[in-house]
């Protein structure tokens, strides 16, 4: 069975380093050499990593010969984040009961507060 | 190196039947006979897939032996959720330029429409 789109997608960014080099490519395009640069790999290694990205659609790659910058894709991440969503409501939940929690603990600390005041 | 929480995240939600698994735990915990049910698969092999929900840390299971009911946990997919937000006005871009461009083909046709009045 070939992989659906959102495990292509989820299995490329299950990597450090693919990650990082997202994370470079947010404040602008750039090229191999400027992405290898600071993971001190070499540039058959990074390019590797690019073509996971490319074929995941993260980033897009210029036709220009000599330069080729790579620019972020940001389509399969809204997919990730729409996927995501369906389970937004158990994180938040969990973040209530923990607030439920603590404001307990201070009702608490109130109750027991004014008890040695008398 | 040993691969980071995030990483361990994203590879275990890369694959259909756990993105399914989870799916199925939204609408409460179940055993593993009943999420082997819907994929016509063996127990082992839903267990296998269990077992890298749980290093994960998106399922957890319960402690009575014959039972043993899985929940999903959903910590981890906050944490996704909080990574993809670096991303978030990358593709909201994208959405408000194809509204600008939306936008200018219909003021377009307005225009074309008054010429072909006049």
Redesign the interface.
Known sequence: MA??A???T??A????TR?AI??RL?SGEASVTELAEPFEMSLPAVSKHLKVLERAGLIRRGREAQWRPCR?E??P??E??N??E???R??E??FDRLGDYLGGLQAKERRDGCKDEH
Chains 1, 2 share one sequence.
């Open positions: 992989p659906d959102l495990s292509i989820l299995a960014l299950a990597d450090p990650r997202l994370a947010i972020l940001a389509g991440l809204k990730v984040a996927w995501l369906h389970y937004r158990f994180w939940q969990s």
